[in-house]
């Protein structure tokens, strides 16, 4: 004989209705939930609840929830209404009965009717995806087809225009033969000519080829040459004028410095150093080891490489930052807080050159708190990366999850 669970609670609105049912201890997996618009029933051995709804209620958009050790149920009113009471009062075990009947046989109409739209479902998909097939093969074929013709067309175009170029190039080479010709006739007939110019004048002026053979040549002066110089150039300086208000310019100069000073404080007394060597003996090489045996999910590894370079160098916020992720995998959440809680108080001052380290690290602390069921602080973590970086869809999604947990509308997980 089942017990019945009298110690539910509701709430409704013209539109909802709210259901809270304790499980009473027993296991989720244990829960058998069944509904229909008029009737509801949680069978959770050896306790039972079962009630007739007041009024109906839209099946298909109502949804259970179980976490927690309660069964949350979220009913659709089919008609906008205040009920008086969660359940038809005065119900005797006849009508009870013929409601359960009625629920499971609609039940069973429902999935049949489910099965049938999804088998119908399953075979139009199939067709469109047989035509889509076709469709593409055609177009396909078609295509290759077309290539074909257009390679046809080329080919033939470069015969043709190769023809033609052996064409004008034969005719060109007899043209210039010609032109040749009557260049060489023309210098010989203008030689013929000048020799009998010049024939001429020696019979009739002797005095002037001897003048012109005893007379002296003119001499041309030419200038001299530019002397070679350099000209030097001034530039005006292009300034882009900021208000002071704006300006992050100290700011990014104290992170620079910070870093560069981190850098150079290095602790090479490490007594678990002495077998490496010299040039391994450096917490960037520690770093980009650690790096590849994230790569390869040795994250055990990659943390032991961390921990060393952070021993040379306890000032390089990505040595604790890239550890957090390591501490994530292996699922050391409360080491993975600590580490991005320390990155971020390395990132400091906040300037655009560390604001991706400070987004991840956010992050990261983030996952850490809601792995842990501390969703209040994960959720100020994800705020905290979206104002660093507000068009990360990835991140404001996960955000809007965890409001959503919060609130109690989703499964709590992410």
Known sequence: MPLIVKDYSWTQTETLVYINVPLKGVKAGKVDIFSTDEYLKVNFPPFLFEVILYAPIDDN?????IGNGVVIFTLY????????????MNVDKETLQKKRENAVLKAQEKAVTDTEAKAI?????EKYALETMMKLEDEERKRIEEMKEQERRRATEELE?????QRKEEEEKKAQQRREIQKLEHEKKKKKDEMKTYSKSLSECPRKRTTAKTGKSEEISLPAPRSAGSIKIQFTPRVFPTALRESRVAEEEAWLKKQADARRAVNADVSELKD???EERNPDWLKEKGKKLFATQNYLA????YNLAIQLNHKLPILYLNRAA???????LH???EDSSKALDLLTPPVADNADARAKAHIRRGTAFCELELYAEGLQDYQAALKIDPLNETVNADAEKIREIIQGTVPDSL
């Open 61 to 65: 958009k109502s949804v259970a929830k």
């Open 77 to 88: 009113k089919k008609e906008e209404s205040i009920w008086e009471s969660l359940a038809l």
């Open 335 to 337: 080491k993975a807080i």
């Open 161 to 165: 225009q190769w023809k033609e170029k």
């Open 326 to 332: 390591c501490h994530l995998k292996l699922r050391n």
């Open 121 to 125: 479902k399953k075979r139009e998909n």
């Open 276 to 278: 490496l060597k010299e």
């Open 302 to 305: 990659a943390v032991n490489a």
